[in-house]
């Protein structure tokens, strides 16, 4: 019993040593009484592209019904009127000036839904 003991505490050595001080944080025994290291947990750092090609659709899927509503005249208007205001409001007509996208959104909604309210 004693040489198995002896066995034991030599392996619990070269274990600690294999991992350096203090890295006996980092293990853990399973039910079966092997000792392992535990999972770290994987640090993501990269960028959201789900959630950013998501909000780009919503952008577009917006100004298509901004467009669709108001009529595309009323809308380029509405968007000169913005840009003449400077500071902001000239950067919120950029991304609210009407692309092929948000043009084309707004004629599928006329083509599906019809004319909008008036």
Known sequence: MDANYNRFQDRLRRIEGAHGPGAAAG?????????????????KLGVPWRSLMLAAICCFLLKGFMIWHQGE????????????????????????????????????????IGQPPS
């Open 27 to 43: 293990l853990t025994v399973r039910s079966d009484g092997l000792v392992v290291p535990r999972k770290r947990p994987r640090l």
């Open 73 to 112: 005249a009323d809308y380029a208007a509405r968007l000169t009127d913005l840009e003449s205001q400077g500071g902001g409001h000239a950067t919120a007509a950029w991304l609210l000036s009407m692309d092929p996208v948000s043009v084309a959104i707004a004629g599928l909604m006329t083509d599906v």
